[in-house]
């Protein structure tokens, strides 16, 4: 019985250890597999793309050549803008210096899709009418054109808003690298990965009470910033050590350092974050990383400790204290010399008052960038490849339309007392010539990032659809042309199932019979609804798909008069097409697309297509001209020049809700619209609205003159307006007009042609 016992107590004693042993064997599998999964994770990433990179948008470059209608003031607003400093002898790039009338400056170097243009120094000659000469400063060798780098507009960031300039280890000043590791890590270079004496520092202060910091190793810390958390717990620490360990295995030194240098957070700009010494060096002290000099070496390094403590710009007492202790730590560890350090402690912080842009105080126009990029690229591209975006923005442009929008906007709630207080705008600006939008405007508070009421804001265009009314019926010259008498009396339209429609006018009168270019100039409703009924709604509605709307739209009888709601820059689509003489090109805001190194990846080309036959549009934009002249926009005379010529409309909807203006002039064609975002009256008109913003910004722009060129196909006659027939050129309130050839009327007023000459043009329409 006491041996049976014995043997019991033996096997449980085998058994236990066994169980023992069994545990410890798999805690080192679950060790195990945890170190693997931890070198997968970390080689998987280390050795794949380590860094997202934005993607960087530019405005358009600034070109400059003889002839170029720019003033030194507008030049030199550009240059603020690319942050280009003014010294009194420029020779680095992004410096320049003004002398009278001739600008001397240095460029910056700078990857365009053709090519890179290397930084130049020249001298830009100006006299009243513009640049009057470009030249190289040393020799004087003219130039035909230059670029200047564009100014950056904004970027695409990554999930976390992440933004760095990547730069190689062998790009890095010997400074850097010795101030990290007189300050991070001094035994960087003698450790791998975990610096024992650095670990029993943090666990006595542990134990001291002092809580769970210190000990870490420069590729601790990137191992913390590039793949764990903050969290400051045991299980976090360990972790973190191992996979320092496996990454100083795997990767050499020069590796793990050049991956901390672009890996580090030295600041915040807004909503985005500055990551690495390639752009901290840009941020602070508008540089690039290779020209930095030991004292500016010093603040940056001293930024890792804390850089919203230290942040230079806020608490520059605190960060020249910390700077001045890094500079004492390089040369407590030979880095650098005594004299060396006394030099450096005496400079300046060198922080440069206003960081180059990151987040974009374009937040309508890079809407539009970001849906235009969209139709092209994937998302995750283009907030990881670090794409270079040329667009379409003139950031002078941008400028006076925002300027003109607010001002504006609040003269008018000032001079209504209070009355239409809460008006919005909106306004689309493009270049007649290539449908670039130059400027563009969601709001009257432009940096807010709200609602973009440029893009979004759908509502009713009023008279802006008139002009399409009228070239509908004028590609008819047989029946209708800009002499044609139309009938402005009153219209009762029965309609079943629905109240009758009875439009009026504006003025609340009928004006019997009026010419076609009179009821367009004076904006008559009466007129165009019985225009838009005889020759049709749906011909209507289908010129305005033609002209650039690419949704369909509801005909109905009310769609004449613009119950049609469209967005500012559908209308702006519309207007572009009338003004390039009927043929459409879709609005674009990006010209090119490059790699990170400045590879072309893409191109936005011109895409033109002819929809409507040039001698209507001519005869409509002449008839626009008229709105201007003498019409509901006339009032511009008084604020721009008398030969501009501009065309436009005017546009306004029922009960004063929607205020409308769109107009162009020779080269610059632009869309307002002036409301409420809760659809309540404003009490404003098109032409007291919208059309002030309008031309206030067009004043500040100093536009080309609207000189129509003749198509073929048009004869001009002299007309009689009260009759719509022949007249002569010295009859009273004659007018001469243009008509496509043979629609000229063939019968003469009391005061017209000669008899001979008025069965002469009827044989001629006979043959014809």
């Known amino acids: 019985m006491v041996k049976r016992s014995k043997r019991i107590k033996k096997k449980r004693r085998i058994t236990w250890k066994k169980l023992f042993f069994i545990a410890i064997l798999f805690g080192v599998l679950i060790a195990a597999a945890y170190v693997a999964y931890l070198d997968l994770t970390l080689r998987t990433r280390f050795e794949g793309k380590r860094f997202a990179l934005p993607a960087r948008v530019y405005a358009r470059p600034q070109e400059l050549y003889p002839g170029l209608k720019l003033r030194t003031n507008e030049l030199l607003a550009e240059l603020s803008l690319l942050g280009y400093r003014e010294t009194s002898r420029p020779s680095e790039p992004g410096s320049f210096h003004l002398r009278g009338q001739v600008v001397d400056l240095v460029t910056r170097p700078f990857d365009f899709a053709n090519g890179r243009q290397e930084s130049m120094a020249l001298q830009a000659i100006f006299d009243s009418s513009g640049v009057k000469a470009l030249q190289q400063q040393i020799d004087g060798t003219p130039l035909d054109l230059v670029r200047l780098d564009p100014v950056m507009i904004g970027g695409i960031y990554p999930g976390k808003n992440e933004d760095r300039v990547l730069v190689g280890l062998k790009d890095v000043p010997r400074h850097v690298i010795d101030g990290l590791i007189a300050v991070e890590d001094h035994r960087y270079y003698s450790h791998h990965g975990i610096d024992p004496r650095g670990i029993a520092r943090a666990v006595f202060t542990i134990v001291s009470g002092g809580g769970l910091q210190g000990g870490s190793t420069l590729t601790q810390q990137l191992i913390k910033n590039f793949y764990l958390t903050a969290d400051r717990t045991l299980k976090r620490k360990f972790t973190e050590m191992v996979m320092a360990v496996l990454l100083e295995i795997h990767y050499s030194k020069e590796e793990i350092l050049e991956t901390y240098i672009n890996e580090v957070y030295l600041a915040q700009d807004g909503n985005r974050a500055i990551h690495g010494f390639g752009l901290g060096c840009s941020f602070f002290f508008d540089k690039p990383l290779e020209k930095i000099s030991l004292s500016e070496t010093a603040l940056l390094v001293a930024l890792l400790k804390g850089p919203a403590y230290y942040n230079p710009r806020r608490h520059p007492q605190r960060a020249m204290e910390r700077r001045n202790l890094v500079l004492a730590k390089m040369a407590e560890s030979g880095f650098i010399t005594k004299n060396e350090q006394m030099a450096a402690r005496t400079a300046p912080l060198g922080v440069i008052d206003r960081p180059p842009r990151g ?157 076609l270019r009179t009821a367009l100039a004076n904006s008559y409703n009466l007129s165009a609804v019985r225009l838009g009924l005889a020759i049709g709604v749906a011909p209507v509605m289908k010129n305005l798909q033609r002209l650039g709307i690419d949704r369909k739209l509801p005909a109905y009888a009310a769609s004449l008069l613009g119950a049609n709601a469209l967005s500012p820059m559908e209308v702006t689509q519309v207007y572009q097409t009338i003004a390039a003489g009927g043929f459409r090109t879709p609005l674009k805001a990006i010209r090119e697309v490059l790699t990170a190194d400045g590879k072309p990846l893409q191109r936005y080309p011109l895409e033109v297509d002819q929809v409507v036959d040039p001698t209507s549009l001519y005869l409509l934009t002449v008839a626009l001209q008229d709105v201007v002249r003498e019409g509901t926009a006339r009032r511009l005379a008084a604020r721009l020049p008398s030969d501009l010529q501009a065309a436009g409309k005017t546009g306004t909807t029922n009960e004063l809700r929607d205020s409308w203006f769109a107009g162009f002039t020779g080269d610059r064609l632009a869309v307002v619209w002036v409301g409420r975002d809760d659809n309540q009256p404003t009490g404003l008109t098109g032409s007291t609205g919208a059309m002030t913003v309008w031309g206030d910004m067009m004043a500040g722009l100093d536009p080309e003159p609207l000189v129509l060129p003749q198509p073929d196909g048009i004869e001009r006659a002299w007309i009689d307006p009260a009759s719509g027939l022949l007249s002569g050129s010295d009859c009273p309130d004659a007018v001469e007009l243009p008509f496509i050839a043979g629609s000229a009327p063939i019968d003469s007023a009391p005061c017209g042609p000669p008899p001979g000459k008025s069965i002469k043009n009827w044989f001629k329409r006979w043959f014809r």
């Open 359 to 515: 987040t974009s105080p374009y937040p309508a126009f890079l809407d539009l960038v970001l849906r235009q990029l969209r139709r092209d690229y994937r998302e995750e591209d283009l907030r990881s490849e670090g794409l270079r975006i040329i667009t379409t923005l003139d950031p002078r442009a941008q400028g006076v339309a925002e300027k003109s929008l607010a001002g504006r906007l609040s003269k008018l709630e000032k001079s209504r007392g209070g009355s239409t207080k809460g008006l919005q705008g909106a306004l689309v600006l493009t270049s007649v010539h290539d449908a670039e939008v130059q400027a563009l405007v969601g709001d009257r508070e432009p940096r807010y990032k709200g609602f973009d009421r440029a893009l979004d804001a759908r509502r009713p265009v009023g008279s802006l659809i008139k002009p399409v009314v009228y070239l509908t019926a004028l590609q008819d010259p047989q029946h209708y042309t800009l002499a044609t008498l139309l009938d402005d009396s009153p219209l009762v339209l029965k309609q079943e199932g629905a109240e009758d429609w009875t439009p009026q006018n504006y003025d609340k009168r009928s004006h019997g019979k009026v010419p």
